[in-house]
């Protein structure tokens, strides 16, 4: 699915082509464990996945965390960031090939001065993107690494052979031996 499929789906209209949007918006590719958005960087870009999967990590005192894995017909990039235009605490690597379509910020926020459909577009999609964290830190807090680990793909069951397994472990906040013997569990 395209950015322009996704956005008639999402506002229920039919927009014909790229040109009709009141911003650019341009395809990029990205390789297997390119960094796409670095700590530090002021995040300018908002990214839509037509393929791959990226992940979202964050600096503890100690290591390094997964804070989220986006997936085909996901938006990402270091919101906070993108919104204030401060420097991320975030960064964001390509998991595997991906290709994405990618909005800058300069040009989403002039768009919104003059489109009333692009603004409603914004707000369900920051609404979508709290639900999802605060269904996260729900998750983190009342389910078992084993619960959070089924629910995570059953969506998109295929992409689990495309995370590594250290990294899913790391998203769960558990050691990769016990995810081994979660995962030896279900398959069982």
Do not use: W
């Not at 991906?98 to 009333?116: G, P």
């Not at 629910?151 to 031996?177: C, R, S, T, W």
């Amino acid at each position: 699915m395209t950015f322009l499929e996704f956005y008639n789906a999402v506002l229920s209209t039919s927009i014909a082509s790229y040109e009709e949007f009141l911003f650019p918006v341009k395809k990029r590719h990205f390789k297997k464990g390119e960094i796409i958005t670095v700590y530090g960087q002021v995040e300018d870009s908002l990214y839509f996945i037509n393929n791959g999967i990226v992940e979202m990590t964050i600096k503890s005192y100690m290591s390094e965390k997964v804070i989220d894995f986006f997936f085909e017909k996901d938006f990402f990039c270091g919101l906070t960031s993108f919104l204030d235009q401060r420097p991320t605490d975030v960064q964001i690597v390509a998991l595997m090939d991906c290709e994405v379509e990618v909005i800058r910020h300069k040009d989403l926020m002039q768009a919104y001065e003059h489109s009333l459909d692009l603004n409603k577009f914004g707000r369900i999609m920051t609404e979508h993107g709290y639900i999802r964290k605060s269904n996260r830190e729900k998750a983190l807090l009342t389910k078992t690494a084993e619960e959070c680990y089924v629910e995570m793909f059953q969506d998109k069951p295929d992409y689990i052979f495309h995370i590594p397994v250290n990294k899913i472990a790391k998203y769960l906040g558990i050691h990769p031996e016990s995810l081994s013997r979660i995962r030896k569990k279900i398959h069982s």
